[in-house]
């Protein structure tokens, strides 16, 4: 079993930054890809970024590429997602996912365990 606590989540003007933590229990986790997806007010969840097992691989959904970095700290069992620039849109609740498998990909049905997310709201 793997229970995943995310942090870091809150209120940030547009333009501004924050960076979202998720800490992972259990001995497996460096051997899991991990993802970050967010679900906006009244929309569908959808994916954000994934990275492999090892850190050596990202993947970007296209509206965050460029501004959104998901890195990894196996020693620590923690993934982040450093979010710059940050608009209005970005405002959803955030989850992070793992997966037991070591290549990341954007498909939900692939992940296996899920925090229970965390608030990021961007004021215009």
């Known amino acids: 079993q793997v229970q995943l606590v995310e942090s870091g989540g809150g209120l940030v003007q547009a333009g501004g930054s924050l960076r979202l933590s998720c800490a992972a229990s259990?001995?497996?986790?460096?051997?899991?890809?991990m993802g970050w997806f967010r679900q906006p007010p009244g929309k569908e969840r959808d994916f954000v970024a994934a990275i492999n097992w090892s850190g050596a691989n990202t993947y970007y959904a296209d509206s965050v590429k460029g501004r959104f970095t998901i890195s990894r700290d196996n020693a620590k069992n923690t993934v982040s997602l450093e979010m710059n620039s940050l608009k209005p849109e970005d405002t959803a609740a955030y989850y992070c996912?793992?997966?037991?498998?070591?290549?990341?990909?954007?498909?939900?049905?692939?992940?296996?365990?899920w925090g229970q997310g965390t608030q990021v709201t961007v004021s215009s």
């Open positions: 996912a793992a997966k037991t498998a070591r290549i990341a990909g954007p498909r939900q049905y692939e992940y296996d365990y």
């Open positions: 259990g001995r497996t986790f460096s051997s899991f890809a």
